[in-house]
Every structure is written in structure tokens, then in C-alpha cells.
């Protein structure tokens, strides 16, 4: 139940965390009805409360270090104009220097890309190795040709897939198999809400309430 005047001879009144996490999961539910003031404070408090996380571990973790030993302790210099650098993503809140923003942005999701596949192919090298099935049985037959079919769908220079009726069928297939692709991924998405509206409901149900 909720501990609002809920108290001992000696402690005042007081709202322990289970009620507020119990508050705030009932405020997220009311989107359910509609969308209501309860259901923006409890996004809104969400996001602020992430967006502050996410800021004081950024600190924590890398500026001060880097300011710290790096800059200060080692005398590495050079890392005073990467955060200089880094810092021109503000200017974006700036009207009349926007544009600069684009600058440091696109080197990040560069640096970020190119090092994921220097450093971290193996994720990506899987995908592909897992292609290389002997054909032995229904299923690896079936997951070679929509591979093909889906693969092929991306092949935009040959003259034949746009003028033929065989790429036009070629075509029709491969949505389809990308739909049935999207519908799978959607189903699991779904079921994974799903897996979190229970554990929210038996956190209410059972450690807040204790009814169950």
C-alpha cells in the first residue's frame, strides 16, 4: 500500500521507493486510456532522469579522465582541440551556425562506423559465414533462396530486373519475403512488451500490493 502517513513512533510520514515506483508504473499505464498529464509527467520525469544519467556518466567517464590524466597529468595537448571540436555539436541550438554542428557529427558517426568494422567484424562476418549452409535439408534450401531472393532485391544496375517480367517477379517475392522478414521482427518486439507489461504488473501485484 502506499506509505503516505504510513509511520513509526519515531519517523515522520514518509514515501518509500516501491510506492514510487508503483506511481509512476500506474502513470505510464494511463496511455492505455489516452494520453493524459499523468502519462507525460512520468515520461518527461524518464526521460529527464536518463538524459541527466546518461550526462553525469559521460563525465565521470570519459571528460574528467580526460582532462584529468591525459590533458593535465600526461600533458597530451592535442586532446584540448578534439573537445573543442566535440563542443561545436552545441552551435546546433544556434540559429545562424547550425551548419557547423554537421561537422563534428558526421566525423563521430564516421569514426564510429569504420572503427565497428576494423575492430568489431565479427558480428557482421557471422551474418554472412551463416549463409555458407549445406543444402541438405528443406530449411537450408529455403534459407538459401530467400537469402538470394532478398540479396538480389538490392540489385538496382542490371537492365533485365527493371525491363523483364522475371525481375518483376523477382521483385514481388522479395517484398514479400522481407515482409514476412519485418512481420517475424515486429512479433518479437511485441512479445517483448508484452514479457515487460508482466513484470510490471506482478511488481505490482506482488511486491507492492503483496496479493499474489
Not at 94 to 118: D, E, H, I, K, Q
Request: glycine share 8%; with cysteine; net charge positive.
Amino acid at each position: 500500500m502506499i506509505a503516505i502517513g504510513r509511520a513509526t513512533e519515531m519517523t515522520k510520514p514518509v514515501l518509500y521507493n516501491i510506492d514510487i515506483g508503483a506511481i509512476l508504473t500506474i502513470c505510464i499505464m494511463t496511455i492505455l486510456w489516452k494520453e493524459n498529464p499523468l502519462f507525460r509527467f512520468a515520461e518527461h520525469l524518464l526521460i529527464g532522469i536518463a538524459a541527466a544519467h546518461s550526462m553525469v556518466r559521460t563525465i565521470d567517464n570519459y571528460l574528467r579522465p580526460t582532462i584529468q590524466d591525459q590533458i593535465v597529468a600526461q600533458g597530451q595537448w592535442g586532446y584540448i582541440l578534439l573537445l573543442l571540436f566535440g563542443c561545436l555539436m552545441y552551435l546546433r541550438h544556434a540559429p545562424n551556425l547550425s551548419w557547423v554542428a554537421r561537422y563534428p557529427m558526421s566525423w563521430f558517426v564516421g569514426y564510429g562506423v569504420g572503427y565497428t568494422l576494423a575492430f568489431s567484424p565479427k558480428p557482421f562476418l557471422k551474418q554472412i559465414i551463416d549463409t555458407f549452409i549445406p543444402l541438405k535439408s528443406i530449411d537450408n534450401v529455403l534459407y538459401f533462396v530467400v537469402t538470394i531472393i532478398t540479396v538480389s532485391y538490392f540489385f538496382f544496375t542490371p537492365k533485365w530486373r527493371a525491363e523483364s517480367s522475371a525481375g518483376k517477379v523477382l521483385d514481388v517475392w522479395a517484398r514479400r519475403v522481407m515482409m514476412i522478414g519485418f512481420g517475424a521482427t515486429f512479433g518479437n518486439v511485441v512479445q517483448g512488451r508484452i514479457s515487460i507489461l508482466l513484470g510490471r504488473l506482478q511488481f505490482l501485484l506482488h511486491d507492492w500490493l503483496g496479493v499474489i
